[in-house]
């Protein structure tokens, strides 16, 4: 079936540093939308990107929509303890069945 | 602000059993989703209703599970006989529009199986 890869699993950084992970699809997507789940927490919505080449930005993230809607990316520029947590791209696909990525946890150490 | 609200937080059951898994969505939302986590694993996708019938739903979603909006106001999950495997965090969400915008995650139900 459809599935989004996300990479990297993991990530540990030093504070200030900065993180990206990554979302891939071998089929077109129609929309991208990223979640950021705190521990023990649930996931809560970050954005959603449409159209293809979309870039977006909320402060120190950047979101990216691939010109082939197949990927996408989030970038966060130096990073801080609070951007701890596991981030999501969720994605419709073309089938309508809806399609969480694998996740990406960031560690931040201070 | 609104909120998805999920009851009971921590549900305990015997193999076999069956449970109901409650939510109360957003109420002017329209659309509304059943996810799952297993421990340390992604959010897996479970199943959307939308105008009183299932949507879309995943390979997860067997005959062993059935989702409901008895009231105009709750959204249950019912799994019918418990499995040590469905030990997992169940979120519920609701969306005004269909899956291309926002979707609100309620706070989840730690269900597990013993």
């Known amino acids: 079936g459809q599935q989004v890869m996300q990479i990297p699993q993991y990530q540990h950084v030093q504070e200030g540093e900065d993180f990206t992970t990554y979302c891939n699809s071998s089929?077109?997507?129609?929309?991208i939308q990223w979640y950021k789940q705190r521990p023990g927490g649930h996931p809560v919505f970050l954005i959603q990107?449409?159209?293809?080449?979309e870039v977006k930005k909320q402060k120190r993230l950047t979101f990216q929509f691939g010109e082939a809607k197949k990927n996408s990316s989030l970038h966060i520029t130096a990073t801080q303890t609070t951007d701890v947590g596991t981030y999501f791209c969720?994605?419709?696909?073309?089938?309508?069945?809806?399609?969480f990525g694998q996740g990406t946890t960031l560690q931040v150490k201070p | 602000e609104p909120e998805v609200t999920q009851t009971p937080s921590h549900q305990v059951t015997q193999m076999g059993q069956e449970v109901i898994l409650r939510c109360v969505p957003i109420?002017?939302?329209?659309?509304f989703y059943w996810y799952r986590q297993i421990l340390g694993q992604k959010v897996e996708f479970l199943v959307s209703?939308?105008?009183?019938?299932?949507?879309?739903k995943s390979e997860i979603f067997d005959d062993q599970f059935s989702v409901e909006r008895p009231d105009g106001s709750n959204f249950t999950l019912k799994i019918r006989s418990t499995k040590l495997e469905d030990s997992a965090m169940y979120f519920c969400?609701?969306?005004?529009?269909?899956?291309?915008?926002?979707?609100?995650f309620g706070q989840g139900t730690r269900l597990t199986v013993v």
């Open positions: 969400a609701s969306g005004a529009a269909p899956m291309n915008t926002e979707a609100f």
């Open positions: 089929t077109t997507l129609s929309n």
């Open positions: 990107l449409v159209k293809s080449g």
């Open positions: 969720l994605s419709s696909g073309n089938t309508g069945k809806l399609i």
């Open positions: 109420s002017n939302h329209l659309y």
């Open positions: 209703f939308y105008n009183n019938e299932i949507s879309e």
